[in-house]
């Protein structure tokens, strides 16, 4: 949920707040500004059922702002130091000599900007702004292995196609060897037919000129 | 006209030396633009302090030194951006350096009107407020010189200045454990970021792997398409021969018909007569 209440005051004087949900946080955030000891500048967390309170004091200035026990520190004190440049960026020496609720109209709004901000933009903590980038690249590389598998089982149906295919052309050139062959046989028989044709037909004329079968005019 | 032009180089070669010599203006440029917003957001944090018990005749001074100092930059980066501008009119240099250069020149823009508002703003406050002039300065010097006559400290003074040193203590050491739960929990952060980097790492090497697999099934296909390819050349080959065979089969037969025609002829002709 994030930081849930905020508050800026001089001493014991709040000078603005903003509450972001109906609770009791104003009453304890005033026990607070009163309990918080000495005048030096200070960083405490005050714990209270699940919310914890945690106060900034610089300069005489007091930051105030009631968050998640899950939203952790930093987070929260990066608001308070944001929130008590913007106030004192606005109101500059003002501050020492405002009246109570004096900046209330104004600031609040802020107040309610920058809970917000701190609350849910990821951007606000650049560690968690890495931790989100991480995410994304690991979801990135993640899919980037599933692409890759899909690819992997494409490769292997190539192989076994191209396997397939090589093994058809080998058969196929078989085949046009042998009908080559088959071809040729036929080629030289046609050729020794052609042969003994004109050998035979060489034979009955020469028979018919020279009177007999045994050729006896010609020898 | 080849003299002039052995003239023109020899001057560019000798000019080309003369820039490689001295600092690369560019990098001068780029140098000049960092220590400028280096420069600038300290005067930004010093004009924040404005108007603030921390507002003090020092404050203004480092301001104004700063704010000297910061013009002193400005002007020198604006020499050797000008520079750097001329050389990239006058020799022949690549597109990317023009680039580069130009990219700086929007960058210098961009800081300097940063700047100004800045000192618009410093200007602002300076009227508005007076310096706070710190009213412990002088109980500060006197108890100097009372730590001076140490021996002259009452028991009662002695107690009270244990006591405050004490409360000091106790304040360092409550600002030493808030630092220390801060830090503690980046540190938590920060390994959650570390094992999230060692799963993209993960991830990456199985990729590796998987990539290296793939390759060799590729070799494969690649291997296998090649040796269909002469296959089929050489089948391609054996066809045509065997189509050059039936060709001369067919004239051989057509001979062999007309033969057979020719003496059928002959002996019906002598079967007639």
Same mark, same amino acid.
């Given at each position: 949920?994030?930081?849930?209440?905020?508050?800026?005051?001089?001493?014991?004087?709040?000078?603005?707040?903003?509450?972001?949900?109906?609770?009791?946080?104003?009453?304890?955030?005033?026990?607070?500004?009163?309990?918080?000891?000495?005048?030096?500048?200070?960083?405490?967390?005050?714990?209270?059922?699940?919310?914890? *309170?945690?106060?900034?004091?610089?300069?005489?200035?007091?930051?105030?702002?009631?968050?998640?026990?899950?939203?952790? %520190? %930093?987070?929260? *004190?990066?608001?308070?130091?944001?929130?008590?440049?913007?106030?004192?960026?606005?109101?500059?020496?003002?501050?020492?000599?405002?009246?109570?609720?004096?900046?209330?109209?104004?600031?609040?709004?802020?107040?309610?900007?920058?809970?917000?901000?701190?609350?849910?933009?990821?951007?606000?903590?650049?560690?968690?702004?890495?931790?989100?980038?991480?995410?994304?690249?690991?979801?990135?590389?993640?899919?980037?292995?599933?692409?890759?598998?899909?690819?992997?089982?494409?490769?292997?149906?190539?192989?076994?196609?191209?396997?397939?295919?090589?093994?058809?052309? *080998?058969? *196929?050139?078989?085949?046009?060897?042998?009908?080559?062959?088959?071809?040729?046989?036929?080629?030289?028989?046609?050729?020794?037919?052609?042969?003994?044709?004109?050998?035979?037909?060489?034979?009955?004329?020469?028979?018919?000129?020279?009177?007999?079968?045994?050729?006896?005019?010609?020898? | 006209?080849?003299?002039?032009? +052995?003239?023109?180089?020899?001057?560019?070669?000798?000019?080309?030396?003369?820039?490689?010599?001295?600092?690369?203006?560019? =990098?001068?440029?780029?140098?000049?633009?960092?220590?400028?917003?280096?420069?600038?957001?300290?005067?930004?944090?010093?004009?924040?302090?404005?108007?603030?018990?921390?507002?003090?005749?020092?404050?203004?001074?480092?301001?104004?030194?700063?704010?000297?100092?910061?013009?002193?930059?400005?002007?020198?980066?604006?020499?050797?951006?000008?520079?750097?501008?001329?050389?990239?009119?006058?020799?022949?240099?690549?597109?990317?350096?023009?680039?580069? $250069?130009?990219?700086?020149?929007?960058?210098?823009?961009?800081?300097?009107?940063?700047?100004?508002?800045?000192?618009?703003?410093?200007?602002?406050?300076?009227?508005?407020?007076?310096?706070?002039?710190? =009213?412990?300065?002088?109980?500060?010097?006197?108890?100097?010189?009372?730590? $001076?006559?140490?021996?002259?400290?009452?028991?009662?003074?002695?107690?009270?200045?244990?006591?405050?040193?004490?409360?000091?203590?106790?304040?360092?050491?409550?600002?030493?454990?808030?630092?220390?739960?801060?830090?503690?929990?980046?540190?938590?952060?920060? =390994?959650?970021?570390?094992?999230?980097?060692?799963?993209?790492?993960?991830?990456?090497?199985?990729?590796?792997?998987?990539?290296?697999? =793939?390759?060799?099934?590729?070799?494969? +296909?690649?291997?296998? +398409?090649?040796?269909?390819?002469?296959?089929?050349?050489?089948?391609?080959?054996?066809?045509?021969?065997?189509?050059?065979?039936?060709?001369?089969?067919?004239?051989?037969?057509?001979?062999?018909?007309?033969?057979?025609?020719?003496?059928?002829?002959?002996?019906? +002709?002598?079967?007639?007569?």
């Amino acid at each position: 949920m994030g930081i849930l209440y905020a508050l800026v005051g001089r001493g014991s004087v709040v000078l603005a707040e903003f509450s972001g949900t109906t609770t009791n946080a104003s009453a304890i955030a005033r026990q607070i500004l009163e309990k918080i000891p000495g005048n030096n500048d200070t960083h405490v967390s005050y714990s209270q059922d699940r919310y914890i *309170f945690h106060v900034k004091r610089t300069d005489g200035l007091t930051v105030l702002c009631m968050a998640d026990d899950t939203a952790g %520190r %930093r987070i929260p *004190f990066a608001f308070l130091e944001d929130i008590h440049q913007k106030f004192v960026r606005t109101y500059g020496r003002a501050v020492h000599s405002a009246q109570p609720y004096g900046m209330n109209e104004e600031f609040s709004r802020v107040l309610s900007q920058q809970m917000e901000y701190y609350s849910s933009d990821p951007n606000a903590d650049r560690i968690n702004r890495l931790k989100g980038e991480m995410s994304q690249v690991r979801n990135v590389m993640i899919e980037n292995i599933d692409k890759v598998l899909d690819r992997g089982d494409r490769l292997e149906l190539l192989v076994d196609k191209t396997a397939n295919m090589q093994g058809n052309t *080998f058969r *196929f050139r078989k085949q046009a060897r042998r009908f080559r062959s088959t071809v040729w046989w036929r080629n030289v028989k046609l050729t020794i037919a052609l042969i003994v044709v004109l050998l035979v037909i060489v034979y009955v004329v020469l028979a018919f000129v020279c009177h007999g079968p045994a050729l006896p005019s010609c020898f | 006209m080849s003299f002039q032009d +052995i003239e023109a180089g020899r001057s560019f070669a000798s000019r080309r030396n003369l820039i490689n010599g001295k600092q690369d203006p560019t =990098q001068a440029v780029a140098s000049g633009i960092f220590q400028i917003n280096t420069a600038v957001s300290t005067f930004q944090r010093l004009v924040n302090t404005l108007g603030t018990p921390k507002d003090t005749p020092e404050l203004r001074d480092k301001l104004h030194k700063t704010r000297l100092h910061i013009g002193q930059l400005v002007k020198d980066t604006s020499a050797k951006l000008k520079q750097a501008s001329e050389i990239d009119h006058n020799v022949e240099v690549n597109a990317s350096k023009k680039i580069a $250069d130009a990219k700086l020149a929007k960058d210098f823009q961009a800081v300097l009107k940063e700047f100004q508002k800045a000192q618009r703003l410093s200007a602002e406050r300076e009227t508005a407020y007076t310096p706070f002039v710190p =009213q412990a300065l002088l109980p500060s010097s006197y108890t100097a010189s009372e730590v $001076d006559i140490g021996s002259d400290k009452t028991p009662e003074q002695r107690a009270l200045l244990v006591e405050s040193r004490r409360q000091e203590v106790l304040f360092l050491d409550n600002e030493i454990s808030f630092n220390e739960a801060i830090i503690e929990e980046r540190e938590q952060g920060i =390994q959650e970021i570390q094992s999230q980097i060692g799963e993209v790492n993960e991830i990456f090497k199985d990729l590796a792997v998987l990539v290296h697999e =793939q390759g060799a099934m590729i070799d494969d +296909i690649g291997s296998n +398409i090649e040796h269909s390819h002469e296959a089929t050349a050489q089948a391609k080959s054996q066809l045509a021969k065997a189509s050059k065979t039936q060709r001369s089969n067919s004239s051989l037969t057509c001979l062999l018909l007309v033969i057979f025609g020719i003496v059928l002829l002959i002996v019906i +002709i002598v079967l007639a007569a």
